[in-house]
């Protein structure tokens, strides 16, 4: 049986718990056990979900660069319970290793990243940036900072610093203005770049359980800055992690509406200083026995795993991404106190 995500499905599974606002319910629906038998989970796979066993699963990847991967997971929760955590904007409730957090806004301008800080390693690597994989920047990005070193004959962590967060600063602002195909190109070797712009498109058009039954909410997403659909939020959050190592401010966009006590979030991150492109993901909680199921979709892309050996690079880069996913639940299970 084919272990790919069919998203069709996924609506299918969701529509059987959750009722749309505004929209009716259909009249004869599945049971949840038998929407996930058509996602490719065997009857083991779906006992072991109902006995509270993290359940991963395969999507289609549809590029060199992407890494995608599911999750489900059954809580002896209320749903109520979980959609409130789910809910929450910054940091993330799934994320597992946020250094710091705050919230991108126009009016603050550069000033809403003023808690963000930079080593002198990280300062002196920026003054000395070209054109590569050390640092997600477009090529005016790295000429920015190669004035500042024309201008300064020793590394200025302050002065430094300040363009940094300029540079986060305009990336929101041009996404802000123009969504996804704002997103400037980060400059590689000479006659290559790599395309976030196209990589979160791609996202976007793969999600068609959004297509089906949240057909306003997938023609913002998939064409931001259109107006959101009515009961639908947004947050611009950015957080700080170690990434391979190395500090990572991160910029994210976050949409969320209700259903009728659950909750679908929309996570896009426009921004990845390093190490990864772009990723997004799609998370949801559904109504199940006497609990809730809470499943998500990660798209990630980088191209640390494209080029020769590809396919083992993506072998070892699905298995990273399947741990990552895995401590993420595990903190949501623990902040419900609800892990067996």
Request: aromatic share 8%; with cysteine.
């Amino acid at each position: 049986m084919s272990r790919k995500l069919n998203h069709a499905v996924v609506a299918w599974l969701l529509a059987a718990s959750f009722t749309l606002q505004g929209r009716p319910a259909f009249a004869e629906l599945p049971t949840v056990e038998e929407a996930l038998s058509e996602l490719g989970m065997d009857r083991s796979e779906i006992a072991e979900l109902a006995r509270g066993g993290p359940v991963t699963y395969a999507l289609s990847e549809n590029s060199d660069a992407e890494l995608a991967m599911g999750i489900a997971w059954y809580l002896p929760v209320p749903l109520e319970k979980v959609a409130r955590q789910l809910r929450q904007n910054n940091p993330d409730p799934l994320d597992f290793d946020v250094i710091a957090s705050g919230a991108l806004n126009q009016l603050d301008g550069a000033a809403s990243l003023a808690s963000v800080v930079l080593s002198r390693k990280e300062a002196e690597a920026l003054l000395d940036v070209e054109p590569g994989d050390e640092f997600n920047l477009s090529a005016s990005e790295i000429d920015s900072f190669k004035t500042l070193r024309q201008r300064f004959s020793d590394v200025i962590e302050d002065v430094i610093l300040q363009r940094y967060r300029e540079v986060l600063f305009q990336r929101f602002e041009a996404y802000r203005r123009g969504g996804v195909h704002a997103i400037a190109p980060y400059a590689r070797e000479p006659g290559r770049d790599s395309q976030p712009a196209q990589e979160l498109r791609q996202a976007a058009s793969a999600s068609a359980a959004l297509l089906r039954d949240f057909p306003a909410l997938y023609k913002v997403w998939l064409h931001y800055p259109e107006s959101l659909p009515s009961g639908a939020e947004e947050a611009f959050p950015w957080v700080e992690k170690t990434v391979e190592g190395r500090p990572a401010v991160i910029l994210r966009h976050r949409v969320s509406t209700d259903w009728n006590g659950g909750v679908l979030t929309l996570t896009r991150e426009f921004y990845a200083p390093h190490s990864y492109n772009a990723s997004q993901w799609i998370t949801g909680c559904l109504a199940y026995r006497d609990g809730t199921v809470v499943f998500q979709e990660v798209r990630s892309y980088t191209d640390q795993v494209t080029g020769i050996a590809s396919d083992v690079k993506h072998m070892i880069g699905r298995r990273l991404l399947k741990d990552k996913m895995l401590k993420s639940f595990r903190q949501l299970c623990a902040a419900l106190e609800a892990c067996r």
